[in-house]
């Protein structure tokens, strides 16, 4: 089985504080995403990678930037976190056509 | 740009049927996925249609007019345990985009 896991589940930061959100998956998949969902307006991607060192911007990139040292790392950081990205983020990394999800972090800045 | 559209919130019995549509209009389209999610749960993977046609996975069912821009998931038999949101999403290159979610609420 797949398997892809976030840091955390639950995490609340203060306004300016530097925030990472790690993911990791144990499939040797190449392609990893970072994905915000907010009610009403599903998932949107912030970042995604093609391979180690490699990123590409998404939709929603303000704010964020990600990092892959490792294949099966891909870091979500948020340089000086604001209130509006209070929101669940998800990670999922892709096998063919297939995304697999991690569990999600609900990030709320205060 | 890209676009999906499909309905917000549909509701059903137990035991019925239900359709969520979905219209799609972007360009470099690969394919049309749908994904399941429960409430506090991630999104989990549920079909891929890259060609036209009905693709039959058990009680699930997904349809893709590539012609029409449009695609659909049945539900058959419905159970409790099927409410949930539903998502489609088109594959674009190599990622993909996602609607923004249709809530089943599926009653006794």
């Known amino acids: 089985d797949v398997k892809v896991t976030q840091s955390s589940r639950y995490l609340v930061k203060r306004t300016g504080e530097k925030v990472f959100l790690e993911c990791v998956q144990d499939?040797?998949?190449?392609?990893m995403f970072w994905y915000r969902q907010d009610p009403g307006l599903g998932l949107r991607l912030i970042y995604f990678?093609?391979?180690?060192?490699?990123?590409e911007k998404g939709d929603i990139p303000e704010g964020y930037s990600v990092s892959r040292e490792k294949k099966e790392r891909f870091s979500l950081i948020l340089e000086s976190a604001s209130t509006n990205q209070t929101s669940m983020y998800l990670c999922?990394?892709?096998?063919?056509?297939?995304?697999?999800f991690g569990p999600g972090t609900r990030l709320t800045v205060l | 740009g890209q676009s999906l559209e499909q309905p917000s919130e549909v509701t059903a019995v137990e035991g019925a049927i239900v359709q969520i549509n979905c219209t799609y209009q972007?360009?470099?389209?690969?394919?049309l996925s749908w994904y399941q999610q429960h409430d506090g749960g991630a999104p989990t993977f549920l079909s891929y249609?890259?060609?036209?046609g009905l693709e039959e996975t058990g009680r699930f069912s997904s349809f893709l007019s590539r012609s029409d821009s449009y695609g659909y998931l049945l539900l058959q038999e419905l159970q409790m345990k099927d409410s949930a949101s539903y998502f489609c999403?088109?594959?674009?290159?190599?990622?993909?985009?996602f609607g923004t979610g249709t809530r089943l609420q599926v009653f006794p």
């Open positions: 999922a990394s892709t096998s063919a056509d297939t995304q697999y």
């Open positions: 499939m040797d998949h190449e392609n």
């Open positions: 990678s093609y391979d180690v060192k490699m990123k």
């Open positions: 972007t360009s470099g389209f690969y394919g």
């Open positions: 249609n890259a060609l036209d």
């Open positions: 999403a088109v594959i674009h290159t190599d990622k993909l985009i």
